[in-house]
């Protein structure tokens, strides 16, 4: 206890100097010097003062009375001593004891609520840099093990297209959930389906046929499929449970064999072909079997373009493995057909598990992009940290930077997948995006690293930089991780996941760049201090050869500019930025851009409107997918597609009577639709009512009709699992197909409004009035990306605006000015319509990927707004100078981060996937707009209408210690325009 309270003691003592020093610095006249200052801490014992140097005392010092108050009041309250309204206090003494305005008491009361937060950056980063070793050390291991975990555990990928883009909560959700797991149907078969073609001519004959069972042979004979077929519910004409097979072969009872002895000419082939129903007397379902069919005046057909067999295997664990191998005998004839100059037939397939094995290898293909993007990063870093020095280049400083990125998403991902968040086939673009977005706070924290003053220690220089910056990139970092929280309100999962992924990454990133980073760069100094070579840390560059490069490269003056303070050049743009913004800042450029940029937005406003919304799955898939050949073929090759949707019945008693009728016209509205062909083919009840008319059996009760239809065997084998009946044998639910074959594949509008017409009709029913759980509804696995692009444009309409009102709220808090917002709202609202319009001119549509990469824009694009408003506001002068200031010390970083961003996504361009040129274009745009706006667009609505007050978020003020030393009062530090100019 003693030595705490000798140590309390000994902080109030140094309190009391700097109070003292402070007061005196703000109070004295040009003749004052600073003598009785420096004499108060020569009255401290100098063990007790040894914690707190010169140089720490005066950066309690600000370099006016403004900036005087703040430090103090941040002081006492570090240390528990003072109070908010000591702090308020201070703040209006430094006015000259007026009344606050309204403006100032916010500013008052922003600054105060950042106190929290200056505490923190101080707390992480001082302990950092004075233990870099342990940190870097520490925060590696940590990433490392971390992520071992979380792979070695609950990590899994989900690539199941219907549980990513289907909206929870939806109806489609909904439905879906009863049918697989409450309804009690049969689940549906697993589907394999095959599409015979030879590019649009006609297939008709004998040897196209006979291709046709090599095939099915082949799939047949391939191990298991007996055994798995034993499951199945069907049975052939032969009486042998197998695997139903629909298509062309059953006009031959599907058998190679039975074709073979009974066609041995292409006439008797188109003979067979021809009929108008199956062996086993089911009606050829023509459109669904051929290709654009034409007849003669004989029946026989003429031609057909294509042919199309449906195989079905039972939900079986074997049922995958046979998948695999039957498809790899599929793809094996596919290429020896292709590779045959004779051939006269393609095949194409598709299969149940075709999408999720497709949607995997474009993820496990897209892999080693990660590498090439670590590797782009790294080499751009390091060619901006190096220097024709071989001590002062800092090329493994840059090469730090990227590693601690890397890290922070390593950390940040094995925590998720220790939660079992599942990584998804979208999520597999954030790590080129983080790479991007992460590097702009190094170059920020380095340049104002390299501004604080060389001849103090690391860690000083270190603390200055925080002071400096540390509020721009909390702020930056925050607006980010709070735009991807924003996303993650989205009904739709893979949006969710993705975001869920983004916003703990980017939160990870900020902090290893106060903790990782930091510890690099000091580390980095210390090797600079020791003379050692950049790269070659071990080697110790001689005095006499160290001169002899100085000499010889020019590098005498930056070394003696360097020794007085001044500041040094670290990254080659900073040369240009004076000149440009004093180029930027005349009348008529001004003029210029004003009317170059609001041309530009009336344009992508208008480009903005004619925005689509288009979403394939080929689009998501490799570029040398398998599947996109089948679904070309199936859209260029067959008559029209057949989107068949089941009507459901529950919840009513089905043998009443008057609930009978309301099932029919339901039916019958639902007909009236443009999306549907015609009346269901097969409807039970209205088969049932057929039946009962034909046999007469109009005495006999409900119960008594339908067992007596369900008991003949062809109408069991196409109704049986359609009406689902209890132990009494009442009907618990049914069923029947209706066909929405009119719907265009890519008119989405179409979609949608089928999508409301049948929720309307539904709605409408008498039996559903007043009811969450509707008792007549109608499903299809398409209703699940259709009730996608039924909200997607509400849901990012109410996510933009959300992030906007949220990043200007962020805005508020966080720059201590009201005039701040003011200023990001209109430009942000500005910079997302360019987004939108930029991209509607490259050919980007709505679409899932769209719509994530539009939700992330958000807090990605103020970024290149935040650094700029922030510095404006800290500097000092007129609107010219306090605009010149801002470019100077900030544009380059925000140019480097820029260029980092786009670099970040430029690998994929190279992805397997085309859907990843989506988040290539939507990134480069927002690059170049968000660059464009925060340098040059922006200083120029500041350098007129931008307030003249300056308002600092800083901590601490340091001075010059050369000041103290010669006793004279230290003059306002020079902006870097003016010493540029000096």
């Not at 916010?106 to 001082?126: A, D, G």
């Not at 082939?269 to 079997?289: K, Q």
């Not at 008792?775 to 509400?794: H, K, L, P």
Request: charged share 20%; net charge negative.
């Amino acid at each position: 206890m003693g030595i705490i309270e000798q140590s309390n003691n000994d902080e109030n003592e140094i309190d009391a100097a700097i109070e003292y020093q402070a007061s005196y610095q703000c109070t004295s006249t040009d003749e004052a010097d600073g003598d009785i200052a420096s004499q108060s801490m020569s009255k401290l014992d100098e063990e007790k003062a040894s914690a707190y140097t010169q140089n720490e005392v005066n950066k309690m010092v600000a370099s006016d009375c403004e900036a005087s108050s703040l430090a103090q009041g941040f002081a006492t309250s570090k240390h528990g001593d003072g109070s908010e309204d000591d702090l308020a206090l201070e703040y209006q003494n430094s006015l000259g004891g007026k009344p606050l305005t309204c403006s100032q008491k916010w500013t008052k009361f922003v600054l105060r609520t950042q106190v929290p937060l200056h505490r923190f950056l101080h707390f992480v980063t001082s302990r950092s840099a004075r233990n870099p070793r342990k940190t870097v050390v520490g925060m590696t291991l940590l990433a490392l093990i971390i992520m071992g975990i979380g792979l070695s555990t609950n990590f899994k990928i989900d690539v199941d297209e219907d549980s990513l883009w289907t909206p929870r909560g939806s109806h489609a959700a909904i439905d879906q959930k009863w049918i697989k797991e409450e309804s009690g149907f049969k689940p549906e078969p697993r589907w394999f389906v095959l599409l015979f073609h030879f590019e649009g001519q006609n297939v008709l004959g004998q040897s196209q046929v006979q291709r046709m069972f090599d095939v099915l042979d082949g799939i047949r004979a391939v191990e298991g499929y007996d055994e798995m077929c034993e499951a199945s519910d069907f049975i052939d004409v032969n009486g042998v449970r197998t695997c139903e097979i629909n298509g062309p072969p059953q006009i031959w009872n599907t058998s190679s064999a039975f074709f073979q002895s009974n066609v041995t000419s292409d006439e008797e082939a188109i003979e067979g072909l021809s009929v108008r129903f199956m062996s086993d007397l089911f009606p050829v379902v023509e459109e669904l079997f051929y290709g654009y069919p034409q007849r003669d005046e004989n029946d026989l057909l003429t031609s057909v373009t294509s042919y199309s067999i449906f195989i079905h295997f039972p939900h079986v664990d074997l049922a995958e493995d046979v998948e695999e191998k039957a498809l790899d005998v599929v793809l094996d004839f596919q290429q020896k057909w292709k590779d045959d100059p004779e051939s006269n037939l393609y095949v194409e397939v598709a299969a149940e598990r075709s999408f999720p094995d497709e949607f995997t290898r474009a993820i496990i293909a897209d892999i080693p992009l990660v590498p090439v993007v670590f590797f782009l990063m790294s080499s751009f870093t390091c060619v901006v940290f190096f220097k024709r020095h071989k001590v002062q280049s800092r090329t493994m400083l840059g090469l730090s930077a990227v590693v601690g990125v890397l890290l922070s998403m390593c950390f940040s991902y094995g925590m998720l997948f220790i939660f079992g968040v599942p990584f998804t086939s979208i999520t597999q673009m954030l790590p080129f995006i983080i790479f991007g977005i992460g590097m702009d706070d190094s170059f920020i924290v380095i340049g104002a690293y390299t501004r604080a003053d060389p001849r103090k220690s690391a860690v000083e220089r270190i603390e200055e930089s925080i002071d400096l910056v540390g509020v721009s990139i909390t702020m930056t970092s925050l607006t980010s991780a709070l735009a991807f929280a924003i996303g993650c309100t989205s009904t739709v999962p893979a949006v969710y996941w993705v975001c869920l992924y983004a916003s703990p990454a980017v939160v990870m990133v900020y902090f290893y760049q106060l903790t990782f980073f930091v510890g690099c760069i000091v580390l980095d100094q210390q090797r600079i201090d020791q003379q050692r070579r950049d790269c070659c840390v071990w080697q110790t560059v001689p005095a006499s050869e160290k001169e002899d490069q100085e000499n010889e490269e020019g590098c005498e003056e930056a070394t003696q500019n360097s020794s007085e303070g001044s500041y040094v050049d670290e990254f080659f743009i900073d040369r240009f930025m004076l000149p440009y913004a004093e180029f930027l800042l005349r009348p008529m450029v001004k003029v210029m851009v004003l009317i170059a940029f609001a041309a530009f937005s009336v344009l992508c406003a208008l480009s903005a409107t004619k925005l689509r919304q288009d979403f394939k799955f080929k689009d998501v898939l490799p570029s040398d997918s398998y599947i996109t050949p089948f679904i070309q073929g199936r859209q260029d090759y067959t008559a029209r597609s057949h989107l068949l949707t089941y009507v459901y019945f529950r919840d009513v008693n089905q043998s009443d009577p008057v609930i009978q009728e309301q099932m029919i016209e339901y039916v019958d509205d639902l007909v009236e639709m443009e999306a549907i062909t015609g009346p269901p083919d097969l409807f039970w009840l209205r088969e049932l009512g057929l039946y009962v008319d034909n046999f007469t059996l109009h005495e006999y009760s409900f119960d008594e009709q339908l067992d007596s239809f369900l008991s003949v065997k062809i109408i069991n084998k196409v109704f049986g699992n359609d009406v689902l009946r209890d132990s009494e044998d009442n009907i618990i639910a049914s069923r029947c197909l209706i066909d929405m074959g009119n719907l265009d594949a890519d008119d989405i509008k179409g979609q949608i409004e089928a999508l409301e017409d049948q929720e309307r009709i539904t709605n409408e029913q008498p039996v559903n009035e007043g009811k969450a759980r509707k008792a007549f509804f109608t499903y299809s696995r398409a209703y699940n990306i259709w009730e996608f692009y039924a909200t997607s444009v509400s849901q990012l309409t109410s996510s933009a605006v959300t992030g906007v009102i949220a990043v200007s709220l962020v805005t508020v808090f966080m720059i201590p000015h009201y005039t701040s917002v003011f200023v990001v709202f209109p430009v942000m609202c500005v910079l997302y319509i360019d987004m939108l319009g930029v991209m509607q001119w490259a050919g980007v549509a709505i679409n899932p990927v769209s719509y994530v990469a539009l939700s992330m824009s958000i807090g990605l694009i103020v970024d290149f707004l935040m650094h700029v408003l922030l510095r404006y506001y800290e500097s000092e002068g007129n609107r010219r100078e306090k605009v010149i200031e801002t470019l100077t010390s900030m544009g380059s970083s925000i140019m480097l981060g820029g260029i980092t961003t786009f670099l970040g996504t430029v690998p994929l361009v190279f992805s397997t996937s085309e859907i990843f040129y989506i988040i290539f274009v939507a990134f480069m745009a927002l690059v170049l707009l968000g660059v464009s706006h925060g340098i040059i667009l922006l200083p120029v609505i500041l350098s007129l209408v931008g307030t003249e007050e300056r308002v600092s978020t800083k901590a601490t003020r340091t001075k010059d210690p050369a000041a103290l030393d010669n006793k004279t009062p230290h003059p306002e530090p020079l902006s870097d325009a003016e010493g540029h100019a000096q």
